[in-house]
């Protein structure tokens, strides 16, 4: 089969490769992107937190993403069944399923001309003096880019090709699993966020006018117990720490609850000559932070707009990415140490207050300072 060339190769249609996808076609790159599945994901993250709503709007998706999703402005914590605190969004935040999110962006892609393989895995990736000289996909086709960016999740194929080594730490003191159920009176009213000293927690939202979600986080040795043994007895442990949400207890029996792995993800490197990663194949934090989509929409801006600085000069990219791109380690670690500091303190009310921050939560890296006086070379417009 014949090999296609393009400006641009994005391995991932996720959020953070179709947004990509999306900035890059819109200033005239020639952008394919791969796609292992037979569509955009299906599952992933509902909230879109402030930061990544303002990303959205800069170019013009904020109300297309809105018009068929959930506003809410505020979520209340409890503790052992007692309200602790309330944090409030001044502009609200979003709810909308991941998969709803990435096929709006997706279709924006399509009007834009970017074009889509499907069905298409990175099979093989050649090297050539430290750039990525060729993509060999399972379907037979080969590409030439160059630039390629690894959208392609937490296992990335791209990133070891690069020989980037991941640091993952997975969250094995708290497993969680989730259920959509039937959206009832006291979820359509207010999101509830519920921690217990045992190591519990449960998190209860509407995921549109009709559905929603409930998340649980709890202690392994307890996994083992509740999902052997039955649904009923989950209702039981939740009956001691979840207070104000009882008219969902009934559909917790007949629900599926799907298990779901968590881990950080820090990487040393986020690039190698003529290649990046982005995304969850870049940094993975805790969902409780929220803001996994927000900084990934921000990254592809910044990768965007060094690649068309980069005007396909090679050796300028190189410099580009190292300046521009790279920092965001920065508010990947922060953000992750974050997430760590919420795992670690929930079960103890006090501890949990103290290392709660309202600004990171909803301003997420706005509210950080800038790393180090920025003595980068300016992007030129193009
Ligand atoms: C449980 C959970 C809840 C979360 N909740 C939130 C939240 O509420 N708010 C928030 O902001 N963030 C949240 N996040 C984080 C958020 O999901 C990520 O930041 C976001 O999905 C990153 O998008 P992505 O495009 O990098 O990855 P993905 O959506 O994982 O996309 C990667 C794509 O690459 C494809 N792929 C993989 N390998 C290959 C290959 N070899 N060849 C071709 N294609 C390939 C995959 O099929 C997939 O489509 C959550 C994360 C988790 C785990």
Request: with cysteine; charged share 25%.
């Given at each position: 089969?014949?090999?296609?060339?393009?400006?641009?190769?994005?391995?991932?249609?996720?959020?953070?490769?179709?947004?990509?996808?999306?900035?890059?076609?819109?200033?005239?790159?020639?952008?394919?992107?791969?796609?292992?599945?037979?569509?955009?994901?299906?599952?992933?993250?509902?909230?879109?937190?402030?930061?990544g709503l303002q990303v959205l709007a800069r170019h013009g998706l904020a109300d297309l993403a809105g018009r068929h999703g959930l506003r809410r402005d505020v979520v209340r914590y409890y503790h052992d069944g007692e309200p602790i605190q309330e944090c409030h969004y001044p502009d609200g935040f979003l709810i909308r399923p991941y998969r709803e999110l990435v096929e709006l962006i997706y279709t924006c892609c399509a009007m834009e001309g970017v074009d889509f393989w499907f069905d298409a895995g990175v099979d093989d990736i050649?090297?050539?003096?430290?750039?990525?000289?060729?993509?060999?996909?399972?379907?037979?086709?080969?590409?030439?880019?160059?630039?390629?960016?690894?959208?392609?999740?937490?296992?990335?194929?791209?990133?070891?090709?690069?020989?980037?080594?991941?640091?993952?730490?997975?969250?094995?003191?708290?497993?969680?699993?989730?259920?959509?159920?039937?959206?009832?009176?006291?979820?359509?009213?207010?999101?509830?966020?519920?921690?217990?000293?045992?190591?519990?927690?449960?998190?209860?939202?509407?995921?549109?006018?009709?559905?929603?979600?409930?998340?649980?986080?709890?202690?392994?040795?307890?996994?083992?117990?509740?999902?052997?043994?039955?649904?009923?007895?989950?209702?039981?442990?939740?009956?001691?720490?979840?207070?104000?949400?009882?008219?969902?207890?009934?559909?917790?029996?007949?629900?599926?609850?799907?298990?779901?792995?968590?881990?950080?993800?820090?990487?040393?490197?986020?690039?190698?000559?003529?290649?990046?990663?982005?995304?969850?194949?870049?940094?993975?934090?805790?969902?409780?932070?929220?803001?996994?989509?927000?900084?990934?929409?921000?990254?592809?801006?910044?990768?965007?707009?060094?690649?068309?600085?980069?005007?396909?000069?090679?050796?300028?990219?190189?410099?580009?990415?190292?300046?521009?791109?790279?920092?965001?380690?920065?508010?990947?670690?922060?953000?992750?140490?974050?997430?760590?500091?919420?795992?670690?303190?929930?079960?103890?009310?006090?501890?949990?207050?103290?290392?709660?921050?309202?600004?990171?939560?909803?301003?997420?890296?706005?509210?950080?300072?800038?790393?180090?006086?920025?003595?980068?070379?300016?992007?030129?417009?193009?």
């Amino acid at each position: 089969m014949a090999t296609t060339s393009c400006d641009v190769a994005i391995v991932g249609a996720g959020l953070g490769g179709c947004f990509l996808a999306l900035m890059l076609s819109r200033r005239g790159q020639r952008v394919v992107v791969i796609e292992q599945g037979p569509s955009v994901p299906s599952a992933g993250a509902d909230f879109l937190k402030p930061p990544g709503l303002q990303v959205l709007a800069r170019h013009g998706l904020a109300d297309l993403a809105g018009r068929h999703g959930l506003r809410r402005d505020v979520v209340r914590y409890y503790h052992d069944g007692e309200p602790i605190q309330e944090c409030h969004y001044p502009d609200g935040f979003l709810i909308r399923p991941y998969r709803e999110l990435v096929e709006l962006i997706y279709t924006c892609c399509a009007m834009e001309g970017v074009d889509f393989w499907f069905d298409a895995g990175v099979d093989d990736i050649t090297m050539d003096e430290g750039r990525v000289e060729e993509l060999a996909l399972s379907n037979g086709r080969r590409l030439r880019a160059g630039v390629v960016i690894g959208a392609d999740g937490t296992r990335s194929a791209v990133r070891q090709a690069l020989d980037i080594e991941p640091r993952t730490m997975p969250y094995d003191r708290l497993l969680m699993r989730v259920a959509t159920v039937p959206l009832t009176a006291s979820i359509a009213r207010l999101n509830r966020l519920y921690f217990s000293s045992e190591g519990w927690f449960a998190y209860l939202y509407p995921l549109s006018r009709d559905q929603a979600r409930v998340f649980v986080g709890l202690p392994p040795e307890d996994e083992e117990v509740i999902f052997q043994d039955g649904i009923p007895a989950l209702t039981d442990e939740l009956k001691k720490f979840v207070t104000e949400s009882s008219d969902a207890f009934d559909w917790l029996r007949s629900a599926t609850w799907q298990r779901i792995k968590v881990s950080t993800l820090r990487l040393g490197a986020y690039h190698k000559g003529n290649a990046a990663l982005l995304g969850s194949a870049a940094f993975a934090c805790h969902p409780m932070t929220g803001m996994g989509m927000s900084y990934t929409l921000r990254d592809a801006e910044i990768l965007a707009d060094v690649i068309c600085a980069a005007g396909g000069d090679g050796e300028l990219l190189d410099r580009l990415l190292s300046a521009h791109y790279e920092p965001r380690k920065h508010a990947h670690g922060q953000l992750i140490d974050y997430g760590d500091a919420l795992v670690a303190t929930f079960p103890d009310r006090d501890a949990y207050l103290a290392a709660f921050r309202r600004d990171l939560h909803v301003f997420g890296e706005a509210a950080l300072p800038t790393p180090g006086p920025a003595e980068l070379p300016a992007l030129q417009p193009i």
